[in-house]
């Protein structure tokens, strides 16, 4: 792969770190349910080299990925990381033994989150924390999330966090977090089928901030569409390569596709090749946003 190929680059508001756009989101690394080790944890170590190799320089994880197993698995992978990889990781919840989500929100659990992420990738100082709002569901709830932010900055003040990100917030909360600290990137929820953050996009793009998208192939439901496909069999792509290439448009998007598949790996990162008319995004932007973009 080349730079072109991935979409070319974007940089980290307030920051030097400047990645290729599609990068590699590793939640799918864990084991089913984003709980324990994979079935073939020698196969993860593989696809994570395999990113890599082919150019990918951002990877987006957890340590309550599994919980631990993402970034041990990128440990076993890359460590000693190359000089130009940057991992973003993220706060705010927990997993129980249960295996549900709960939020972890309070000053000692951020703390002993940026703690475990920093044993777990052996790092000394983490590239960019995002502060991950728990939130409803998948979307946002509005809400003061000073006291996690301002948490956050302390740990930065203190050498373990280089950068702060959000994820999972709204407008509002971004506007409070920018009067405490620099916005590195906005990690969302966004795709073809989920376009609730338009304007958040947009606003984002006039501040030099990156946009990054959750789940931009659907998450845990893959995106489904009549046109989806039917662009695919024009361009002779897959309906998610084009999901994919839709979302590079926007010039302030940084993609972190997921996958523990090889071949999808490659089918994600080749999503950067194609070129969309204006006809074909014109059908695209069509798609109507509702769960399954069925049309």
Known sequence: MTEATLGG???FAGTSLTVRRIGYGAMQLAGPGVWGPPKSPDTAVAVLREAVAAGVNHIDTSDYYGPHITNQLIRCALHPYPADLVIVTKLGARRPADQ???????????????????RNLRLEALDVVNYRSMGSGHGP????????VGALVDLKAKGLIRHIGLSNVTSAQVAEARALTDVACVQNLYNLAHREDEALVEALARQHI???PFFPLGGFTPLQS?????VGEELS??????????????????LIPGTSSPVHLRENLAAGTLELSPRQLARLDGIAASSGASD
């Open 9 to 11: 680059r974007l940089t």
């Open 237 to 254: 792509a897959t309906p998610l390569q084009v999901a994919l290439a839709w979302l590079l448009r926007r010039p302030n998007m940084l």
């Open 100 to 118: 549900s989500w709960q939020p972890a929100v309070s000053r000692a659990e951020l703390v002993s989150g940026v703690h475990d992420n920093l």
């Open 210 to 212: 990156p946009y990054v």
């Open 226 to 230: 009549a046109t989806l496909s039917s």
């Open 141 to 148: 709830e509005e809400g003061s999330i000073a006291e996690q």
